[in-house]
T-cell receptor, first 115, second 118 residues
Framework: AQKITQTQPGMFVQEKEAVTLDCTYD???????LFWYKQPSSGEMIFLIY??????QNATEGRYSLNFQKARKSANLVISASQLGDSAMYFC????????????FGAGTRLFVKA | DARVTQTPRHKVTEMGQEVTMRCQPI?????VFWYRQTMMQGLELLAY????????DSGMPKDRFSAEMPDATLATLKIQPSEPRDSAVYFC????????????????FGEGSRLTVL
């Protein structure tokens, strides 16, 4: 069965510092996709970054990078130079490539950026 | 500007009443997902469709929840009868069923329907 685990219910980071949000997953699918979404207090879900299971390089999008360690089944999100606007809930998600792209989410990590 | 549209945005109802939530996926997207978000459970997958066919609804309480896609532009989630424990934000999301080129296949979410059952 597929599973996403985010073990950090809440995290604090000082403005301008980097922070790592943890995500581990479990799947038997040979091919899958990993995603991070941001949910600010307004409630919308915002796609941040994607990593394919066969991608050789870690994904990067601006200040976001995904530390993908396939053997350890981890896909941690790194936010560099944190900003106050980064305060939000962050969800890790995994998409199966079988069964119609089933996508499941972790429980989320709430990030607080301190001025 | 393509987006997923959900109605109603807010619903307050009494226990035992029927609740229907609607979702218009992005035109051309043929996978549609329903999620429920609560403080305790995070984002739970309730059901999802591909080309209007239900693929998995194992996340739904079958005795009271039902999900359908009567056509490609409408997905519905119905709760009958509703209970206080159903109070949550219900999200609909859509995505492409086939990835080409550099598509990542991320999901596009609606704004959610906040349900309160008294």
């Amino acid at each position: 069965a597929q599973k996403i685990t985010q073990t950090q219910p809440g995290m604090f980071v000082q403005e301008k510092e980097a922070v790592t949000l943890d995500c581990t997953y479990d799947t038997s699918d040979p091919s899958y996709g990993l995603f991070w979404y941001k949910q600010p207090s307004s409630g919308e879900m915002i796609f941040l970054i994607y990593q394919g299971s066969y991608d050789q390089q870690n994904a990067t999008e601006g200040r976001y990078s995904l530390n993908f360690q396939k053997a350890r089944k981890s896909a941690n999100l790194v936010i560099s130079a944190s900003q106050l606007g980064d305060s939000a809930m962050y969800f890790c998600a995994m998409r199966s490539t079988v069964g119609g792209f089933k996508t499941i989410f972790g429980a989320g990590t709430r990030l607080f950026v301190k001025a | 500007d393509a987006r997923v549209t959900q109605t109603p945005r807010h619903k307050v109802t009494e226990m035992g009443q029927e609740v229907t939530m609607r979702c218009q996926p992005i035109l051309g997207h043929n996978t549609v997902f329903w999620y429920r978000q609560t403080m305790m459970q995070g984002l739970e997958l309730l059901a999802y469709f591909r080309n209007r066919a239900p693929l998995d609804d194992s996340g739904m309480p079958k005795d009271r929840f039902s999900a359908e896609m009567p056509d490609a532009t409408l997905a519905t989630l119905k709760i009958q009868p509703s209970e206080p424990r159903d109070s949550a934000v219900y999200f609909c999301a859509s995505g492409p069923a086939r990835l080409t080129g550099r598509m990542t296949g991320e999901l596009f979410f609606g704004e959610g329907s906040r349900l309160t059952v008294l």
